[in-house]
Structures are given as structure tokens and as C-alpha cells.
């Protein structure tokens, strides 16, 4: 192993690791914010030559970094993709915190641009613009005809012309990033494995139907910046001070029931927030907090993770696969996480105990994005800048630190590395874009994520006739379990998926992992009834299998349908993910399944409980969405948009809160008791546990920390009262309204 220098760690330290500490808002400029580590003894932060930035670190013994592409090639990179050939395209965010202040951050200078190695040597030597002129571009997906891309607030798609020429662009979702500030937007836009595609710091999926035209979705809402999946299509995410998440469902399974709602198989926690930093950090955000460095100025644990990657390669050595890797910009290193299951349930953790998978000296080493790549590896995004921090959070204290040490100047630069296992051989990339339908299927079988989700998107994209019958056969393949889920998942997505081949691939399948792709897409056969025959047939489903038999039965028509769901969980047991899963998919038919398991006598993980209060509620008119009229109600309207902007990241677009961030405001006796307290709340922020509606919320279910607004210069007091009467009166809270002359008067009680 590499040498790392140990790092002395205390327990009251770790009592206030920034794992737990939310964004901290910016301020006027004007607060004493006392160094915690002297700015005199930072060492120096110069621009370093990309050769000479590969110097600079320190990763884990059997790998080595290359660089891929750098300045001018490319400039301020967020989010790459590879296209079929091996193509790099990269996401330009040139718009990004031109000076501290952020001055025309809003100019149209973003690009997506091409990059390619034409000679061979593995690194790029072209780059041309495929968009240009753009405003704060930053997502990008490629499709069959063409490209999507965010420039906020809209999602467009562009069709891709002959010459790598864009065609016209056509506006898919006016709303995809609006509100809220550049750190705050939806991103994301990754491919998985049911067809879909989803984003981070949103509620909202895509896919594209066989017409051409987009299907919109909803979904749970989920991360902060960058999402990626593993390969049975789960989806892992992050906060910016939580590494690593994961779902253990796969997506918009459990909100499919408009009345249940659950939240139990989403947003698991996957190892700790310790990181091991190998050089002072004191030039971040909130670096002025006793316990966010230690004794050398290095940042104890996140506070700015970015886009994570679960590593799906077939370059590393096999105990890396399923790992999970997440970039840490503000202490220039990449965290590994090992992803591990308890039964069903996602969670894992770290890699190491005192160490971090890779490591920079290089304060301007800024990592935003990980990737798996056509030839196994992993790929890192690198801004490469002084300024990391949006403008809406920098406080004083790290204003002081950007201009004391000219860390606002250069800007236009960015790196992309590839991290390459020196126990292989070296690696080759796999190039789709003029395979035929039988080898796209076979490609399907490739060992190498990256390959199998590209031949699927092209397969699914073209729906050519004559990729049916290869993939039928692949399905029913034993031999190739990775391969019989994509195919069954391709056929799916192009509205082929036949009983036969259900039956087939259940009779063949090799893992309970392929029993449990053929329940999640039975109810996309043709023909429900026979693929319910097939499900009351698995051969011995294992807890997977039995998961998705209990959130898909319900969909299937028939009785019959409801007494294999009543079978599946009493094999369950008190599984509550199983038990929350039937009730997601029951829509409409709660009354029936109740009377079922009634006259059963059983009570599978107190399910009818649940049920029975769903039957009660049925058909009951739905809430307006508030009591309030008049002058109130306009107060209210201009509130719901500034809670969008602002409070939503936390406390989740309806109320209901989000872990690990915030408890939920719905129903909660400090939005609806007394004003001024919520007043001072927002003003000046709250610490520790809470308890709300007789629950108590602690760390780490949620952040133990509220930063107050009351120093945000782009709130003042009538916003502050507008965003209170707003959350005072939705979601079937009822209270009165909060004026600007109360927050005026929380102010001076406070000062």
C-alpha cells in the first residue's frame, strides 16, 4: 500500500464531522469568521502543467491515473458521456463562478463538445463543439437519433446530423431544472436498466417511446449532483455531505399507490463520511467551524460530494466490481466505498480506515464526476480551478481565503483522467456503432457494464426486427445471467416481450436475480394472464425474486393475482420493504386484498393495518391545496415558488422531508405553533435532534444542523414571510399567515 499519513481523530471530533452538516449559506461579506487552521501556513496552490498534476497523486497500490484529455481540449468539465464509436463527449460549464462574486455567470459560453483519439495512444487529440452558446449547460444523454441536454430551466433534445452537425432543438421539459441556484438544479440523466432515465435533485424520468416523441414520470426524489446505477438497475446517489446512497427498490416502485406513500426501500446510507485528505483544506466553506479540520487544516469528512459511480468494469480486479466511488472536490480526492446487501437491503462500507482510494496535493484538483468507460476503467472529471464554491454559499471566511491566495484566477481550464488497473492487461475499448443485431445482442453478454447498457440503448432505440429472435435466445440463456436480465429488459422496452420468453428465461434462469428481472417485467408482457401463470411458477424464488413478486403481482389482473401476492408475503414474513411493496402496487384494489387476508387470518408484517386505513380513506375528495384567499393566497403562490428555490433541497417538494437531510414540515407542530419561534428558526437556524409529531429525528437519520437564512442577501424579510405562510398552509397544514413586520421583529428580539 501507498504510505498515508495518519490522521489523529478524536470522538468529539467525530461528534461534528460535516457528515452531518447541510450547505452552509453565504452571508454579506462582513462576519468574523476566525481561522481554524492558520492561512499562512497553507502551502501554495499554483496552476500545475497536467503532467506535472499527475505527480501530484497518490492512489491506491495496482492502479495508476493517465490523463485523457485536458485544456484547451477541454474547459471546465461536469459530465461526460461515450458514444458507441468511443467518443468522449464532454459537458462544458464555462459559465461557472467566473470570479468570486460570480459576475456574468449567466453568459451563454457552455458547450458540449466531441472528444476523440485519432491516433490510438489513449489520449484525445480533437475536440470540436457539437452545442454551443449555452447557459449553464449540465447533463447530457446520448439517444439513437441524437442528444439530450439540460440548459436550465429547459431539457431539450437535438438531433444529430450528418458531420456531427445539431439540428434544431425541441424543448422535451420547460420545468427540468427550474428554481433554486446552480448547486441546486436537476442533473443527471442516466440511463437504467427499465428503460427510463433519471436525475438527481429530482422527482422526474424520460424515456423516449418508439414514435420519437418523450414520456415524462415521476419518481422518488433523490440526490443532490450525479446519479449513477449498479447492474440489477438500482440507483445510487448523494448529498453533499453524505457520500454514497443507494436505493434497495428499484425506481418509482413505491410511489406508484397515489394513497401510500414509503420510503423504505430508498435512501439507505452506505458506509461513513470520514475522508483522509493528503493536504491542509482550510480554503472551504464553512472552514471556520471548530471540527470541520483537524489538527493539519484537512477536511474530516464531505461536504462537497459529487457525481458517484458504481464501478462496473471488467478492468479492475473482481472484488472491485459493485464498488462505489465518489469524488470529493473540496479535499481533491476520490473516495471507494464497498457496496454490500443485507438480504434485500442495500448498505456497505468504506474500503479503508485510514486512506483514501485516490489523493491529490493539488488544491486545484477539483473531481465532479466519476464514469465507467468502453474499455472497463473508470473515468474522472476534473473542473481544475481555485473557486468550487456557487456564489449563493461563499461565506467570508472563504472569500477571504480565494482573494488572499489567487484562487480565483486562472479559469477555463479541466482535466479528464482514466484510472487503469496495472494487474490487467491493457485495456481495449469495445465499439458498438457498426455492430449488426445479432452482435449488439451479443454484446449484450459483455462482462463490461458500460458495453451491455449501450447495446441495450441501441437495440431498444432501433427496434429492429431481426434483434426479436437473438434476444428470445438470449433470455432463455443460463449461461449468461447479466445477459438474460438486459435482454429480457431490451425486449421490454421494445414492446416485444412474449409469455414464451418469460417462461423460458424463468426455467433457465442461473440466479435469483434473473427470476427477479422476469416478475419486474411481467407486467409489460403482452399478455398479463400468462405471465401470471409464470410468476405462481418460479422455481424457488430466492429474497430477491420474492421482493419483486411482491411489488408486481398487484399490477396483474385477476384474483389470482392477489392470492400470489397473500402467498409471496406470508414467505416474506415481517419484511416491511415486501410488505410496503404490495401495497404500492395494489392501486385501487386495497379493499379486496384486505378482505383476503382477512378471511386467511394472517397478517403479514402488519399489513392490514395500512390497508385498512387506505379502504377508509378511499374515495374522499382530495384537499385543496390551501384554505387560504385573497392577499393571502397571492402571499402563499410567491412562497411555494421561493420554497422550490431554496427549501425544497432539504425538506423535499412535498413537505414530507428528506433523508438523511431534514424531518418533514407536513403536520409539524414547530411550522404550525408559534410564528415568531418559526421565525427565529429560519432567521437563525436550529442544531441538535428533533423531535416532530412524536417522532424524534437524530443524527444520522437527518443533518443536525438548519442553517439560518437570516444572513442570505438574496432573502429578505417579506421572501422570509412569504416562504413561511407557505409553509404554514401546505399540504394540509392550516395556520395563519406571517408577516414581513414579524420577521422584522424576530430580527430585533434575536440581535
Not at 470522538?11 to 454579506?28: S, Y
Not at 457552455?110 to 470540436?128: A, F, H, N
Not at 443532490?224 to 434497495?248: A, E, H, K, P, V
Request: one cysteine or more; glycine letters at 10%.
Amino acid at each position: 500500500m501507498p504510505s498515508y499519513p495518519t490522521l489523529p481523530f478524536a470522538l468529539a471530533a467525530a461528534l461534528l464531522l460535516p457528515a452531518a452538516a447541510p450547505a452552509q449559506r453565504g452571508d454579506r461579506g462582513d462576519k468574523d469568521q476566525p481561522d481554524q487552521f492558520p492561512i499562512d501556513q497553507m502551502p501554495p496552490a499554483p496552476v500545475l502543467p497536467p503532467e506535472q498534476a499527475l505527480e501530484s497523486f497518490q492512489i491506491e497500490d495496482g492502479f495508476r491515473i493517465e490523463l485523457v484529455a485536458a485544456e484547451p481540449l477541454v474547459e471546465d468539465p461536469v459530465a461526460i458521456r461515450f458514444d458507441a464509436d468511443g467518443r468522449l463527449w464532454a459537458v462544458e460549464l464555462r459559465g461557472y463562478m467566473p470570479d468570486v462574486d460570480g459576475n456574468n455567470e449567466d453568459a451563454p459560453v457552455g458547450r458540449v463538445v466531441i472528444l476523440e483519439d485519432t491516433d490510438g495512444d489513449g489520449r484525445m487529440d480533437t475536440s470540436k463543439p457539437f452545442l454551443d452558446g449555452l447557459n449553464q449547460v449540465r447533463a447530457i444523454a446520448l439517444t439513437e437519433t441524437g442528444v439530450l441536454y439540460c440548459e436550465p430551466p429547459g431539457l431539450y433534445h437535438v438531433e444529430r446530423l450528418p458531420g456531427d452537425r445539431a439540428g434544431d432543438p425541441v424543448l422535451i421539459d420547460k420545468d427540468y431544472a427550474k428554481g433554486g441556484n446552480v448547486e441546486h438544479k436537476a442533473n443527471g440523466l442516466v440511463p437504467a436498466l427499465d428503460n427510463w432515465l433519471y436525475n438527481a435533485k429530482s422527482d422526474r424520468r424520460y424515456r423516449q417511446l418508439a414514435d420519437g416523441s418523450w414520456e415524462h414520470g415521476r419518481t422518488e426524489g433523490r440526490g443532490q449532483w450525479g446519479i449513477c446505477q449498479d447492474d440489477y438497475g438500482r440507483l445510487f446517489y448523494n448529498s453533499n455531505s453524505s457520500g454514497l446512497r443507494g436505493d434497495s427498490a428499484p425506481p418509482s416502485l413505491l410511489m406508484r399507490n397515489p394513497n401510500y406513500k414509503s420510503k423504505e426501500g430508498t435512501n439507505h446510507g452506505i458506509g461513513s463520511n470520514r475522508i483522509f485528505s493528503i493536504r491542509p483544506n482550510a480554503g472551504i466553506n464553512r472552514g471556520y467551524n471548530p471540527g470541520m479540520l483537524d489538527e493539519q487544516g484537512r477536511l474530516r469528512g464531505f461536504t462537497g460530494a459529487s457525481g458517484p459511480c458504481i464501478y462496473r468494469g471488467d478492468q479492475f480486479p473482481a472484488e472491485f466490481r459493485g464498488n462505489g466511488f465518489t469524488p470529493e472536490p473540496c479535499a481533491n480526492l476520490v473516495k471507494r466505498f464497498i457496496v454490500e446487501e443485507d438480504g434485500t437491503r442495500v448498505g456497505g462500507r468504506d474500503a479503508y480506515d485510514d486512506r483514501d482510494f485516490l489523493a491529490s496535493t493539488d488544491e486545484r484538483f477539483r473531481p465532479v464526476a466519476i464514469e465507467n468507460g468502453p474499455d472497463g476503467c473508470l473515468y474522472v472529471v476534473d473542473m481544475y480551478r481555485g473557486i468550487i464554491q456557487h456564489k449563493t454559499y461563499v461565506t467570508s471566511y472563504l472569500r477571504r481565503h480565494i482573494l488572499d491566495r489567487g484562487l480565483d484566477k486562472p479559469i477555463g481550464l479541466g482535466r479528464i483522467y482514466r484510472i487503469v488497473s496495472t494487474r490487467s492487461q491493457k485495456p481495449t475499448p469495445d465499439r458498438l456503432d457498426r455492430l449488426d443485431p445479432a452482435e449488439l445482442v451479443a454484446a449484450l453478454r459483455s462482462p463490461n457494464g458500460w458495453t451491455r447498457d449501450t447495446a441495450q440503448r441501441l437495440l431498444v432505440g432501433r427496434r429492429t426486427p431481426e434483434s426479436i429472435a437473438p434476444l428470445e435466445s438470449l433470455a432463455g440463456d443460463r449461461s449468461s445471467p447479466l445477459g438474460q436480465v438486459h435482454a429480457l429488459w431490451t425486449l421490454a422496452g421494445m414492446g416485444e416481450l412474449k409469455p414464451s420468453t418469460l417462461s423460458a428465461a424463468a426455467s433457465a434462469a442461473g440466479s435469483d436475480r434473473v427470476l427477479a428481472a422476469v416478475a419486474h417485467v411481467a407486467p409489460e408482457c403482452a399478455n398479463p394472464v400468462a405471465a401470471l401463470t409464470v410468476l405462481e411458477n418460479l422455481p424457488e424464488p430466492g429474497p430477491h425474486a420474492s421482493l419483486a413478486v411482491a411489488f408486481r403481482a398487484g399490477e396483474l389482473p385477476g384474483g389470482r393475482a392477489l392470492e400470489l401476492l397473500a402467498d409471496t408475503l406470508e414467505d416474506t414474513g415481517d419484511d416491511r420493504l415486501a410488505r410496503d411493496a404490495a401495497l404500492s402496487g395494489l392501486g385501487g384494489r386495497e379493499a379486496a386484498f384486505l378482505a383476503l387476508l382477512e378471511g386467511r387470518g394472517i397478517d403479514p408484517a402488519g399489513i392490514r393495518k395500512p390497508l385498512a386505513e387506505i379502504v377508509a380513506k378511499t374515495g374522499t375528495a382530495d384537499a385543496a391545496e390551501t384554505h387560504l384567499e385573497g392577499d393571502a393566497f397571492v402571499q402563499f403562490e410567491r412562497g411555494k415558488e421561493l420554497y422550490a428555490q431554496t427549501c425544497f433541497a432539504c425538506h423535499g417538494p412535498d413537505g414530507e422531508g428528506l433523508v438523511p437531510l431534514a424531518p418533514p414540515l407536513v403536520a409539524s407542530e414547530w411550522v404550525t405553533g408559534d410564528p415568531e419561534r418559526l421565525a427565529h428558526i429560519v432567521l437563525n437556524g436550529l442544531t441538535g435532534p428533533i423531535e416532530v409529531g412524536g417522532k424524534l429525528y437524530a443524527p444520522p437519520d437527518i443533518q443536525p444542523i438548519m442553517p439560518g437564512l437570516g444572513a442570505a442577501p438574496e432573502y429578505g424579510d417579506p421572501e422570509l414571510a412569504d416562504i413561511l405562510t407557505y409553509v404554514r398552509n401546505a399540504w394540509g397544514n392550516q395556520a395563519s399567515t406571517v408577516a414581513t413586520k414579524d420577521i422584522e421583529n424576530a430580527r430585533k428580539t434575536a440581535k
